[in-house]
Nanobody, 119 residues
């Protein structure tokens, strides 16, 4: 299984970015969930958002609700994170992860993409 994130970069506060995570080698089932996490320097990893692959149900961390949107393209086996109204505190490395069987244990992780928001 391979997860490859892209789309990170430097953006001014209030701006937007869209992250992508292309998944390959993964067998999707009704239980498959893809998620985004982030980790800022000196801080613990933080849950950002998740989406059930087939049902499309979503769930967000409190700090990003109303600003970020997670979505997926089944044909491209890609999950996206649209980030709007970015704040300096959103600066972090963003990781894509897969939970194969909805047990809240993430089995596969990408290498991460850096997002930096300037004030």
């Amino acid at each position: 299984v391979r997860l490859v994130e892209s789309g990170g970069g430097l953006v001014q506060g209030g701006g937007s970015l869209r992250l992508s995570c292309a998944a390959s080698g993964l067998t999707f089932s009704l239980s498959t969930t893809l998620a985004w996490f982030r980790q800022a320097p000196g801080k613990e990893r933080e849950f950002v958002a998740r989406i059930n692959w087939f049902g499309g149900s979503t769930y967000y961390g409190d700090s990003v609700k109303g600003r970020f949107t997670i979505s997926r393209d089944n044909a491209k086996t890609t999950v996206y994170l649209q980030m709007n109204s970015l704040k300096p505190e959103d600066t972090a490395v963003y990781y894509c992860a897969v939970d194969r069987d909805r047990d809240a244990n993430y089995d596969y992780w990408g290498q991460g993409t850096q997002v930096t928001v300037s004030s």
